[in-house]
């Protein structure tokens, strides 16, 4: 039987409507979730960002308190003078090195925190003059460390100078046996940001840890080398707060490491 073509003409018509409707339905579906996705996301960050100051104010606190201990600890063992015993006296020792341990730990905690919350600078900032206040620091053990020309970023001061410090110390420190060692600092530019590499010849790190390594108080090296584990989760931090990425590469010729890092930087237009 031949369809009439009015009909048949209505029912498509019915039909496209339907579905309009639908799409409609579907799109109305989305922009909700779309929304609910973004409140969450916003709720979670200001949750994290009140976790991270709780963070440093309680270590800021405990921190106060355990100077507070070292120092009373002192007067004990100057008031007692020669009267201190051996026992007492190897006591205050042993009580004064696990406080200043602790102080150690909980200044490196303070500064993880801060690195997650303080507000980001975005000054100008010359890596090279960066580096060469860390070498500064570094004493006699500077003259290890080769800097190549580097560039002027925009970026945190402060922040960028404790990622560079925390590099090269751990590059001076994981040094191998019978081994001198030799760092070398250098930067390239990629398309929208400026790479920066710190190479080093010592232990190197094997290829299936080396993402653990910046977990917050990693360490895969505990016997022979002070550390606390916190150095290289600041970084990350750090460097993913300027629009960056950090990873560890093989050392130069298969031995030791490569911290290699970026530094978000567009070009001016
Ligand atoms: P810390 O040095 O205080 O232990 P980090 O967070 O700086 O803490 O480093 C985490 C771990 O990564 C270290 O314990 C060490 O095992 C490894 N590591 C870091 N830098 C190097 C390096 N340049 N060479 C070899 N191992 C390293």
């Known amino acids: 039987m031949a369809t009439d073509p009015a009909s048949e003409i209505e029912r498509l018509r019915r039909r496209l409507e339907r579905e309009r409707a639908t799409r409609r339905e579907a799109e109305r579906i989305a922009e909700r979730a779309l929304l609910d996705l973004h409140v969450a996301n916003r709720e979670l960050a200001t949750q994290n960002s009140e976790l991270e100051r709780f963070a440093g104010v309680i270590a800021h606190d405990l921190r106060s308190q355990l100077t507070g201990v070292v120092g009373y600890l002192g007067t004990v063992r100057s008031r007692l003078g020669d ?61 290890s460390v080769d800097v190549e020309r580097l560039p002027i970023v925009t970026g945190d001061p402060a922040l960028l100078m404790q990622v560079f410090r925390n590099l090269v110390t751990n590059a001076l420190k994981y040094v191998a046996d019978g081994r001198e060692p ?65 990873w560890i590469e093989d050392g130069h010729g298969g031995t030791g490491s490569r911290f290699v890092f970026t530094i978000l930087d567009p070009p001016q237009r």
């Open 182 to 246: 030799k760092v070398r600092v250098s930067a390239t530019r990629a398309a929208d940001a400026w790479q920066f590499t710190v190479s080093d010849n010592g232990i190197g790190i094997p290829e299936d840890v080396r993402e653990r390594a910046f977990e917050p108080f990693e360490r895969l090296e505990r016997s022979d080398y002070e550390g606390t584990g916190i150095g290289l989760s600041i970084c990350r931090r750090v460097v993913e707060r300027h629009g960056g990425r950090i």
């Open 83 to 143: 009267e201190v015993g051996d026992r007492a006296a190897d006591l205050i020792d042993r009580a004064t090195d696990s406080a200043s341990r602790m102080a150690g730990l909980i200044d490196d905690l303070l500064a993880y925190a801060r690195a997650g919350y303080a507000e980001l600078r975005r000054d100008e900032v010359d890596v090279g003059v960066v580096l060469e206040r860390v070498l500064d620091d570094c004493g006699e053990a500077a003259s």
